[in-house]
């Protein structure tokens, strides 16, 4: 398979900037015979304009999402963008599938069917899901790997939410040549394709103060060991007022809760991380973007601009690792990456430090594409042909084709 990623600064003329990015990418290698682009482009952007000019230069699905901000293999970070990555090969098949809209009662209904559509046109065994699920907060990000969980063992799961910033952007997923703010679109791929992932979160100061979940329902936590959740956070001396007045707090995103799952199946040992949205004073709970299972460990963690530039570059230089260690009869040329905009605030004024490690560690001849979204979904584990799909917030997430 061979990649090639395009980047546009036009922000206003989308004829201008579909021609960029098409012509960009063609001028790299001729299509071969199966072809899917991977659009990731500002929130702000006429995102209609842009795929409808780009559907006349470049005759293959594109799917993909808005976002704040970009990451890519030489530039780094990038601002106020639309970037377009290719993939073409001919021993690889890519099948698109959009759901319909989808609301909290019937997602797991559209994404077994969804799913199952693609599986149809795949016609081979599935090697990889590539996911972009629309933003909705009374949907957990978990749904999409359990219910991928439920369907199959052995599929990997690799993808992310949009995201936008304040005002009139659009905070929406691309595909069939639109935008959708309530739908789901699978890339399937199979054939010639060996996926590799890499995950980090919080690599510094966890505290010690590790408390089992005591009462919690789906991403909703009421008590931890014999205290509210509130009060355990308040014991920490964070500000729960403060937070509780003002959700918007980047209080949220600085103090992630790293969460130890109890032993069962569907745990291979490696912590995952969760961030609040909400916390209610009156009834002493708080609400998480992701699922707390009771009985899970949690503890409180701090993160800062250095952990986020550290974990990019320890999380790159282990899938670099998997690469090179997969020998020389499969050559791989293509990274996807989604980092969570909680990463973003917390980097403020230095936002391109997490582009700078990205810039400085991916080496020539491959390519790599990545957005900012609010949550991130990768494996944790394939082993013995099984694969644990884990939805991630505060995270980064790489994974090479």
Known sequence: MKSAVCVTAEMDDMEKAAEELASGALKEFPLLSRSVGVLFCDFEMDHGALLAALGKKLPIDIVGCTTVASLEGKNGFLEMSAMLMVMTADDVQFVV????PFTPENV?????????????????????????????????????????????????LFGGLPASGSGSGVNGIL?????????????????????????????????EQKRPVTRADRNTVYSVGDVS??????????????????????????????????????DDGIPYVRTLHKIDLENGSGTAIGKIPEGA?????????????????????????????GGEDYEYSTILCVSC????????????????????????????????????????????????????????VFCAL
């Open 108 to 156: 797991r209904e559209e994404i077994e069917k969804t799913y199952r559509r693609g599986v149809e046109a795949l016609a081979q065994p599935v090697k990889l899901a590539l996911a972009f699920p629309a933003y909705n907060l009374d949907i957990t990000l978990d749904e999409y790997p359990e219910t991928l969980g439920e369907i199959v063992e052995d599929v990997p």
């Open 341 to 396: 905009i909680g990463r973003y605030m917390v980097m403020g004024s230095e936002r391109d430090g997490e582009g700078r490690a990205i810039s400085r560690a991916v080496p020539k001849g491959l390519n790599l594409s990545g957005f900012y979204g609010y949550g991130e979904l990768c494996p944790t584990s394939v082993r013995n042909g099984r694969v644990l799909n884990r939805a991630h917030n505060e995270s980064i």
């Open 297 to 325: 460990v949690i503890s409180v963690a701090v993160m800062k601009r250095r952990d986020v530039e550290v974990s990019t570059h320890e999380a790159l230089l282990h899938l670099l690792g998997q690469i090179e260690a």
């Open 175 to 207: 595909a069939g040549g639109r935008v959708h703010t309530d739908r789901l679109v699978f890339v399937l791929m199979g054939g010639n394709v060996r996926p590799l992932f890499s995950v980090r979160n919080v690599l510094s100061d966890q505290t």
């Open 97 to 100: 599938a959009l759901s319909d």
């Open 229 to 266: 959740f509130v009060e355990y956070l308040r014991r920490f001396g964070l500000p729960v007022e403060k937070m509780a007045a003002e959700p918007g707090s980047t209080s949220f995103v600085t103090n992630p809760l790293v969460v130890e799952m109890a032993e069962s199946r569907q």
